[in-house]
C-alpha cells in the first residue's frame, strides 16, 4: 500500500448525496443501476452507475444518502456518462454496499 499526504486526501472532495431516481442499465456488463444524486445546491444532481443489484432493489434507492467523489472527471461507462463515483466497499462475497452517513447530515456536506 502507498503512503498518502493529508493534502492528497483533501484533493477527493468527497460528498452527501441523496438518490433521487434509480432505473435498470440493461446495457452494462455486469448487473448494475443508473442513478441520479442530488448533491445539494451547490454541486447539483450527478448522474453515476453502481454494480449494486444484489444488496439494493430500485424501489429503495430513492432517498437513501449516499457518499461519493464529486471531482473526478466524467467517464463514459457504455451509454452512460458517469459524473461522480458513489462509494461502496465489497462484502464476503465480492457484493457492493454502499457508504452511507449514519446521521441526517445535509446534502453536498464534505467528508474531512
Do not use: C
Not at 471531482?71 to 465489497?90: A, D, H, K, M
Amino acid at each position: 500500500m502507498s503512503e498518502a499526504s493529508f493534502d492528497d486526501f483533501m484533493k477527493i472532495d468527497i460528498r452527501v448525496g441523496q438518490i433521487v431516481r434509480a432505473e435498470e442499465f440493461p446495457e452494462a456488463r455486469k448487473p448494475a443501476y443508473k442513478l441520479w444524486v442530488d448533491f445539494g445546491p451547490e454541486i447539483g444532481e450527478r448522474k453515476s452507475s453502481a454494480q449494486i443489484t444484489v444488496h439494493y432493489s430500485l424501489e429503495e434507492l430513492p432517498g437513501k444518502r449516499v457518499m461519493g467523489v464529486v471531482n473526478f472527471p466524467p467517464r463514459q461507462i457504455g451509454p452512460v456518462r458517469s459524473e461522480v463515483l458513489v462509494l461502496g466497499v465489497p462484502d464476503e462475497a465480492g457484493e457492493v454496499a454502499l457508504m452511507v452517513p449514519d446521521k441526517n447530515v445535509p446534502l453536498g456536506g464534505r467528508l474531512f
